[in-house]
């Protein structure tokens, strides 16, 4: 009888994974043509893109949501050099150009305007922040820069929800960076999952809604968080979709 009931239950158990499974490939497959690449393009050097981060679509499909530290920082307009936002993947990438609407220093986002015609759109969650152990996942461009404009998924769950800024066991530890977060503190997402150079600015999503919950951040959180630390732990953060919410508000952008 036991045996017959451990069978039951592991046949409705693989059912369930399966499931799972498959409508996890729906939403990835959903979610990729939301995806592009940002960086620079230089049509008079080679190569003539360099891909910096990722970032992903909404609204209209004419705006496009990343890190602001993803941004090139300066141009040059000898080499004819543009902001470039990359859509599609592989040798069927395309160039589009953007405009940059707003960035945040604080929360290190940036709002981009897409030329041309809209694409697919990620739809955002709700402000409400999700509780630790919660399924996420992220798709962007790990590495993009030597591995190519080739979106990448990882999966894990929220670890932790953490303040942005931890106490310094010394004066001489607590930089400028840290004083300025120290004004305005505010909670980001820890994950299991780990994310690389070039993920910065993917849309972390629920892996069974697909709505974004947080943007990737690999390089501006950690160096304020960690600062104590001398060799970077490598845990992933994301910035919640609230502090976007917010963004959105302040520049009136409706999405």
């Given at each position: ?87 599609g993947s592989g040798k069927n990438a395309q160039v589009r ?27 955002l969650a709700d402000e409400q922040f999700r509780g630790d ?62 994310a690389y150079p070039g993920n910065s600015g993917s849309a ?52």
């Amino acid at each position: 009888m036991f045996k017959k009931l451990f069978i039951i239950l592991s046949y409705v158990s693989s059912l369930f994974l399966i499931n799972v499974h498959a409508e996890f490939i729906d939403v990835v497959a959903k979610i990729k043509p939301a995806v592009v690449g940002i960086g620079i393009h230089t049509p008079t050097s080679r190569p003539q893109n360099v891909l910096r981060g990722t970032g992903f679509v909404i609204g209209n499909g004419h705006y496009v949501v990343t890190n602001a530290h993803v941004l090139p920082t300066e141009l040059d307009d000898g080499l004819l050099q543009k902001m470039a936002v990359f859509i599609g993947s592989g040798k069927n990438a395309q160039v589009r150009h953007a405009e940059i609407i707003t960035t945040s220093e604080l929360y290190d986002l940036a709002i981009l305007k897409l030329s041309g015609a809209a694409l697919p759109a990620m739809t955002l969650a709700d402000e409400q922040f999700r509780g630790d152990g919660s399924y996420i996942a992220f798709t962007g461009f790990p590495i993009g820069s030597v591995l190519g404009l080739y979106p990448v998924t990882h999966r894990g769950i929220i670890a932790s929800t953490t303040p942005t800024v931890v106490p310094a066991q010394a004066a001489g530890q607590i930089s400028l960076k840290m004083l300025k977060r120290m004004r305005n503190p505010y909670l980001v997402y820890q994950l299991d999952a780990t994310a690389y150079p070039g993920n910065s600015g993917s849309a972390m999503y629920d892996m069974k809604t697909g709505e974004v919950l947080g943007i990737i951040n690999k390089v501006f959180v950690q160096t304020t968080k960690e600062a104590v630390i001398s060799n970077p732990s490598g845990i992933t953060y994301a910035i919640p979709v609230k502090y976007l919410h917010q963004i959105l508000r302040e520049n009136n952008i409706k999405i």
